[in-house]
């Protein structure tokens, strides 16, 4: 056992480890998908919600994988396994979700690689309307819409009208996937030997830009506007169930849980590393992280106010996700003075986030296949070229005129009920079946004594909420989400493959226990 822990890699130091998780929590999600969050659930009352479900749901989870991983030295199929033959599939579950949800996650970074490089110009390759064939009027469907959502759609995406209508690859998109697949694994090749050094600077860039974007966004005519409108509570709707469901769905995710890559992560660590520290670093820089973001409403509230229209009017439409990254800001940028500077910082900040994720997406299906010993006898770089390649191949669906349909389904069915079901079998695995008091004697081993009252606060705040309060409100959710319904009605076929997505995800928990009953 000894000489296991000696060949296992190690962080260079606590910082790295740090950035590591703090950059594969903070993703895209924090910038475009919180402040729509914000925007459609009640302004600053969606708060309320979102900090309750942080200290019941969130931080207990991260606390969760942040321990076991460091406490059993393993991946997420080494310790489910450790602490349950009877969950060996559990790990399988996270390792294939991971897989799944890189793989479209990295098309996100070749969208951001295609805008960067077209920020390099004056004016913005989206500022016009190109002309129509007889070269004397504006293309009508770009006239009719905006010049930003005709450059998305038909330039960039090139879009075919359904799902079922492939389109053919997009070359211009292929050519940024193998280049955004390029960028990975030249970081990751070497392991956390070569993405814990990375990290120093796709893990702060970000912030950075955030900054320069608040200071120059607040110093625009109308940046009240859009904050106003944003924090304006409207305490009425915190009636509605379904906000609460959207605020505990929001801290799930944003927090990376479930993946394996905080597991794994964590492995790396010391044992005697402070979890309990690590643990709300990473929950409070992750939710400041999201409250910082919404200084893209102040940059939106500049743009209603040249445009003489209300910021909401001009949000509603796509407002979250690609379309308020690739539309909405797109076109704010271009009433900004020095347009071309301030989408290079932007596109440039997405893609930093996009990495940092995706370097917890490999991570989270690397490390259970070496802990497994799927991957003895070859070098590392070979393993992570074999995924590459593997998860590349994959994506090409996703580079089609038709991919921004499979990316929305991959997301809803790969990266939503999986996820949630996922966490459900920690915590009652965790807690119930290999025990929570038995996990609490061990973790003594590596928690510095507790001799203060924040220590004896943790205590009994992990005692109550990992063993009752988060699995059951994970349990609700999971009976409501109902696998997430895509709004948009797809053939039967398209519908199997979500199934298929979803059993993909989950069928391992099954089998496992019936291998271990058989």
Not at 364 to 372: F, S
């Amino acid at each position: 056992m000894a000489e296991t822990k000696e060949e296992r890699p190690q962080w260079d130091n606590k910082a790295q480890f740090l950035l590591t998780c703090i950059g594969f929590a903070v993703g895209l999600g924090n910038v475009w998908r919180f402040p729509y969050q914000l925007q459609s659930n009640g302004g600053g009352a969606f708060l309320i919600p979102y900090l309750i479900m942080l200290v019941f749901e969130g931080v207990p989870l991260l606390y969760l994988e942040l321990s076991v991983g460091q406490w059993l030295q393993n991946g997420s199929v080494g310790c489910w396994l450790k602490l349950s033959p009877y969950m060996r599939g559990l790990g399988l579950c996270s390792l294939f979700v991971s897989f799944l949800v890189g793989m479209y996650y990295n098309t996100i970074i070749a969208w951001c690689l295609w805008y960067l490089c077209n920020s390099f110009q004056e004016p913005l390759p989206w500022n016009d309307c190109p002309p129509n064939a007889n070269l004397t009027a504006p293309v009508q469907e770009c006239a009719l819409s905006s010049t930003t959502e005709y450059y998305w759609y038909r330039t960039a995406l090139n879009i075919s009208p359904s799902i079922s209508e492939s389109g053919g690859i997009q070359v211009h998109l292929l050519a940024c996937m193998i280049l955004a697949w390029l960028i990975v694994a030249a970081c990751v090749i070497k392991g956390i030997a070569s993405s814990g050094k990375v990290v120093y600077f796709t893990a702060t860039f970000p912030y950075v830009v955030l900054f320069c974007f608040l200071v120059r966004g607040l110093t625009l005519p109308g940046s009240s506007t859009g904050l106003s409108y944003l924090f304006t509570p409207k305490i009425e709707l915190l009636s509605n169930p379904q906000i609460w469901l959207t605020a505990a769905t929001q801290i799930f995710f944003s927090l990376s849980l479930a993946f394996g890559g905080m597991i794994a992560f964590s492995s790396y660590n010391p044992r005697d590393s402070d979890v309990e520290a690590n643990t709300y670093i990473v929950a409070v820089t992750n939710s400041a992280t999201s409250l910082l973001g919404v200084v893209i409403f102040s940059v939106l509230g500049f743009k209603a106010t040249v445009d003489f229209e209300t910021c909401i009017a001009d949000g509603e439409v796509g407002a979250s996700g690609t379309g308020l990254a690739f539309i909405v800001f797109a076109e704010a940028i271009l009433r900004m003075p020095g347009a071309p500077f301030w989408s290079v910082l932007f596109f440039l900040m997405l893609l930093t986030l996009g990495l940092d994720s995706m370097f917890g997406n490999i991570e989270g299906v690397l490390t259970p296949l070496n802990d497994m010993g799927i991957t003895k006898g070859f070098r590392n770089e070979y393993v992570v070229a074999g995924i590459v390649l593997v998860s590349f191949l994959v994506s090409l669906t996703f580079v089609q005129g038709s991919g921004n349909y499979w990316l929305d389904v991959f997301d809803k069915y790969a990266g939503s009920l999986p996820l949630l079901i996922i966490a459900f079998f920690e915590l009652t695995t965790l807690a119930w079946i290999y025990g929570y008091i038995k996990f609490e004697t061990d973790m003594r081993e590596i928690l510095p004594p507790r001799s203060n009252f924040f220590r004896v606060a943790s205590y009994w705040y992990w005692r109550v909420t990992i063993p009752i309060i988060s699995p059951l409100l994970l349990l609700v959710f999971v009976f409501i989400t109902q696998g997430g319904n895509l709004e948009v009605f797809y053939p039967d076929y398209v519908v199997g493959i979500s199934v298929l997505i979803t059993l993909v995800c989950t069928i391992w928990i099954p089998l496992g226990a019936l291998y271990q009953l058989i």
